[in-house]
């Protein structure tokens, strides 16, 4: 997935080139190069890296319908469904270079349970700080 953030009111300080709030201004998703959009035409989503190396992001779809129930834990199969593949939460820790420069993370927490406890690398995700542009 490639993501595009724009910086907040709070943008990166210091040596630490990360840290700040990032509003989500597109996602793409590119299996098989389909270059697809991630969350929509128009995602919506804050990533923020605390100067001591916490993180949290959560992306959403805003197409996706509102419960009926209008009760968190009583969605449909349907609404459910929607829900889970529409947005994504999660948190942790993170790890920056010598230069400021995004190193990995660590998944503590995650709307979606496969991620907890995932580690990441620049393997694995790349995070480019250019002005007040997150690539």
């Known amino acids: 997935m490639a993501a595009t953030m724009a910086s907040g009111a709070a943008s990166a300080q210091g040596a630490n080139k990360v840290a700040g709030t990032w509003r989500m201004v597109s996602a793409q998703i590119d299996p098989q190069g389909s270059n697809t959009p991630a969350y929509g035409p128009d995602p919506h989503g804050w990533l923020v890296f605390t100067e001591d190396l916490t993180f949290v992001e959560v992306l959403t779809d805003p ?33 920056v270079d010598e230069r400021g420069e995004f190193s990995g993370n660590r998944v503590e927490g995650s709307t979606f349970p496969n991620w907890v406890g995932s580690v990441r690398t620049t393997d694995d995700l790349k995070m480019v700080v250019d002005g007040d542009r997150m690539i």
């Open 63 to 95: 197409r996706v319908p509102r419960f009926a129930s209008n009760v968190r834990g009583e969605g449909t199969d349907a609404e459910n469904r929607a829900a889970m593949a529409g947005g994504i939460g999660f948190f942790g820790r993170y790890t």
